[in-house]
């Protein structure tokens, strides 16, 4: 008899692009907590040439996306459970 190895979740670069993700977001948050809204790049939500202000919301979404993004990669490392029929 033999005994299959279970399969992953998800394939290995799928867990490695959602690290990669969470990495960016969790930049992302700790731009935006860091930088007034003036200093912050023209491509970013949230940029206001003269501002004093800092996006904090902003920031938070972020910090949770990375949050969610790491969830997600550690739920894709587990194996996937096999039933056999009895």
Known sequence: MTTAV???????????????V?????????VYFTRTA?????????????SAHHHLKHGLVAF??????W???WFTTGKRARHSAS
């Open 6 to 20: 279970p399969a992953r979740n998800a394939p290995v670069a799928v867990s490695a692009m959602l690290i990669v």
């Open 64 to 69: 949770g996306l990375a949050l969610l993004a």
């Open 71 to 73: 969830i997600a990669a």
């Open 38 to 50: 003036a200093q912050l790049p023209a491509f970013l939500p949230g940029h206001q040439a003269g």
């Open 22 to 30: 969470g990495i960016a977001f969790a930049v992302l948050g700790a």
